[in-house]
């Protein structure tokens, strides 16, 4: 059992912040400095070129997509890591478009983050074989699964709401209808149990930066089912995922497995970063992590629903539809949030009217919880957010 008080010892919190944004960026392991100095200095300054085999640099892909791969439900050798999240996304979704030659539709929902559906529209342009992105509300999913289908792609927890797709029931509708099932786990991995073998999901993607604590830049990551991954056609054929790289050869073979999803060099001092935050997550129940998260989010609504009659629960109010994250509707939310923040409570804003928060138990606990439920009850009962400071300006980063 994880003793999540002990976690949360791991990790460097600023001074007088309770960080409620580890589901958009994640806290720095305390270990991870000296980890990355040894990188720099140990591997990178002593080593040079030679790191790439003695200090393992090229295995770290491989190695570290295997321990992500415990905590998504995928067996040793079906994940990889390297590049971002929306190449990622571009990557499998090309690969599952070629599985399905006959078909033209490519199903998604309304609350994908834009970047999905903007690297699926991209595709489709280049493609130039009449494919069609549909895009539908999340509620209305699985009416939209029909014989048309060739891939559903979707991104199982809502970065807004937090509302949560069944993915194991949603991949055997994809399945029965004779479509690819494709999952962003961004906002699942690290937040919940994901079981991708049990759900037999086709390809999934995620990135290390959120919940996974792998720092800002960090890679994303790519799950093949062992169903398809010796066959899959990599769209992005780098030289990484050739079969035998340094052959040098000017013919394209693909390499055996996942390896084909490399692409290109890794990112080998974010790579230090993510063996530092992984040493952490190597040692967690994700049973227990997922208990936890429901309690924090169950006390959160709770709390806040109490003090803060303005807010509207934007997330599900069932915990087994939400992810680990919990959102409220307001429409001065942004400036709202700008007090909380000036406060110490850090959580976000999503235009249009979405304070969102999230809730990491590695280092997030009941007391945290009650301490920002105060905060944030201080602000809407006081107005602090109808301070001219905290209005939104016009140019928004
Ligand atoms: C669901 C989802 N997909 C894709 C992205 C884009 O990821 P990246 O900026 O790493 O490409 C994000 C976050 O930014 C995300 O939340
Ligand atoms: N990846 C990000 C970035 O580089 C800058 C700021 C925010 C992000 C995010 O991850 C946003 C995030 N996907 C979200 O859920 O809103």
Redo the contacts with the bound molecule.
């Keep these: 059992m994880t003793d999540f008080s002990k976690t949360k010892d791991m990790f460097h919190l600023p001074e007088g912040m309770i960080y409620l944004d580890g589901n958009s960026l994640g806290p720095l392991p305390k270990t991870a400095a000296a980890r990355i100095a040894r990188t720099v200095t140990d591997e990178w300054g002593e080593m040079v070129i030679t790191g790439w085999n003695r200090a393992e640099w090229m295995a770290q892909p491989s190695t570290m997509g295997d321990r992500i791969g415990r905590l998504i439900g995928a067996a040793p050798g079906h994940v990889v890591v390297g590049d ?3 190449i990622k ?1 571009y990557q499998a979704l090309a690969s599952a478009i070629d599985l399905v030659p006959d078909r033209k539709v490519i199903l998604t929902d309304s609350g994908n ?1 834009p ?2 559906i903007y690297m699926a529209e991209g595709l489709i342009k280049s493609l130039s074989r009449g494919h069609e992105l549909r895009v539908v509300a999340p509620e209305d999913v699985a009416a939209h699964i029909d014989d048309d289908l060739a891939v559903l792609m979707l ?1 199982q927890v809502d ?1 807004r709401t937090g509302r949560m797709h069944d993915m194991a029931d949603l991949t055997q509708r994809a399945h029965s209808a004779g479509a690819i099932a494709m999952w ?1 786990l ?2 699942s991995a690290g937040a919940l149990e994901v079981d991708l073998a049990g759900c037999d999901a086709d390809f999934a993607v995620g ?1 290390t930066y959120k919940y996974l604590n792998a720092g800002p830049g960090a890679p ?1 990551f790519i799950y093949v089912s062992p169903r398809h991954a010796a066959t899959v056609r990599p769209a992005l054929s780098g030289w990484l995922g050739h079969e035998a790289p340094f052959a040098f050869d000017l013919d394209y073979r693909p390499g055996a497995g996942i390896e084909r999803m490399r692409v290109g060099t890794p990112p080998v001092l974010q790579l230090a970063a993510l063996d530092a935050a992984l040493t952490i997550w190597d040692e967690v129940d994700m049973s227990a992590l997922r208990q936890q998260s429901i309690a924090l989010t169950e006390q959160f609504i709770v709390g806040v629903e109490a003090a803060c009659p303005d807010l509207e629960l934007a997330s599900p109010r069932d915990p087994e539809q939400r992810g680990s994250q919990v959102s409220f509707r307001f429409a001065q939310g942004y400036a709202a949030m700008q007090a909380c923040i000036a406060r110490g409570v850090v959580g976000d804003f999503r235009a249009p009217d979405i304070m969102r928060f999230g809730f990491t138990p590695l280092f997030i606990d009941e007391g945290d919880v009650d301490a920002a439920v105060a905060i944030i009850a201080e602000v809407m009962q006081k107005r602090l957010w109808d301070e001219p400071a905290y209005q939104r300006k016009a140019r928004v980063t």
């Design positions: 971002t999240l929306s996304v983050f970047s999905d991104t970065y962003d961004a906002h990135c994303a």
